[in-house]
């Protein structure tokens, strides 16, 4: 009887250890998963973002305010004039 | 407003004159730019901004754009037209609505104003007409228009602007030295794809002085020089679109 139940107690302090190492093996993946993704550059944390330009030139390339317009020669006389203000 | 009449009245301290059928009333549109970025007026954003102490502050909608197409002018010009007139405008930081920038740094943004109200006034034009604000111009439609120093030119789209030392003295900062520009010349005049990028051009081509007129040039604006002494010079994207080719015979 005695001889069983030390087979019993042996049996539930093997399923205790399996599944200590089976938590413990999860928390190790989650702790490496979560630590890479924090600090590997090779993992993105979010989308992707530019790296370097400042914004002000980006929207310069995007917009060049430096374009010329359409001009002709005059051909009535003109009702306005342009000048410095 | 009928087509083709001119109505002229006073606005941001300067003559208009407009022509043609608009959603909006013009005078409406430019009251509303004078009424936040006038220096003139202690109640306006812009001196409000400049004399909070705060280094972080929110700012509408209508000074946020404005700032940011002043920062995308001082870029595309290498700080030529600067909205901080010192040298500092890397350091002013928009982001959506939120401004930042040193507490004590000024900012000055008549290098776009009143270029920018003359194409939201222009933008509500019905059909062909124009909207000049002290003689910088929008069009929608042919337009001709008189020059400095005599002659004219027909704007067929976009704007035209003139910017120089004729009317208010030496007004234009010199950036790179912090003081009113010398330039050999009087007057300016630049054809853009809108008021704006005429009068950016306008001033650019001033402030650069002798190679303004290849600055123009390199980037296919049409720029008309009238130098100190009178004489006119016209870069050649200028000359190409004004001269008048001879019929066959």
């Not at chain 2, 936040?36 to 946020?64: D, K, T």
């Not at chain 2, 754009?65 to 010009?77: I, N, R």
């Not at chain 2, 006034?121 to 910088?136: E, M, N, Q, R, Y």
């Amino acid at each position: 009887m005695s001889g069983h139940s030390r087979i019993e107690l042996a049996r539930a302090r093997a399923r205790g250890a399996k599944r200590a190492i089976g938590v413990l093996t999860a928390v190790v993946f989650g702790v490496a998963f979560v630590g890479a993704k924090v600090h590997a550059p090779g993992h993105a944390k979010g989308t992707a973002k530019s790296l370097g330009a400042p914004s002000s030139f980006e929207r310069a390339v995007r917009r060049s305010v430096a374009q010329g317009g359409q001009i002709a020669p005059a051909v009535q006389p003109p009702p306005v004039a342009s000048s410095t203000s | 407003m009928s087509a083709g009449a001119v109505h002229r009245f006073r606005a941001m301290g300067c003559e208009v004159a407009v022509s043609g059928s608009f959603r909006i009333s013009p005078a409406g549109v430019l009251e509303r730019w004078e009424e936040a970025f006038s220096l003139f007026r202690p109640e306006s954003e812009l001196s409000r901004v400049n004399a909070s102490e705060e280094r972080v502050l929110r700012v509408s909608r209508l000074f946020s754009s404005t700032l940011e197409a002043a920062l995308d002018v001082a870029a595309e010009t290498d700080d030529l037209v600067d909205p901080t007139l010192c040298g500092r405008w890397p350091e002013v930081v928009i982001s959506g609505r939120l401004l930042s920038r040193p507490p004590g740094l000024a900012l000055d943004l008549n290098g776009v104003v009143k270029a920018l109200a003359v194409d939201e006034a222009a933008a509500a034009l019905d059909g062909p007409g124009f909207v000049s604000v002290g003689g910088d111009l929008a069009v929608r439609g042919p337009v001709d228009v008189a020059l400095p120093a005599g002659g004219a030119v027909r704007v067929v789209a976009g704007g035209l602007a003139t910017s120089g030392t004729a009317s208010r003295g030496a007004h234009l900062v010199d950036p790179a030295k912090n003081l009113p520009s010398k330039s050999p010349w009087e007057q300016v005049t630049a054809s853009g794809a809108t008021c704006l990028a005429a009068d950016v051009a306008a001033k650019a081509g001033f402030l650069l002085g002798d190679v303004g007129p290849e600055w123009l040039e390199a980037r296919g604006i049409p720029g008309r020089f009238v130098a100190l002494d009178g004489e006119i010079v016209e870069n050649p994207a200028w000359n190409a679109a004004t001269r008048v080719m001879q019929p066959c015979t």
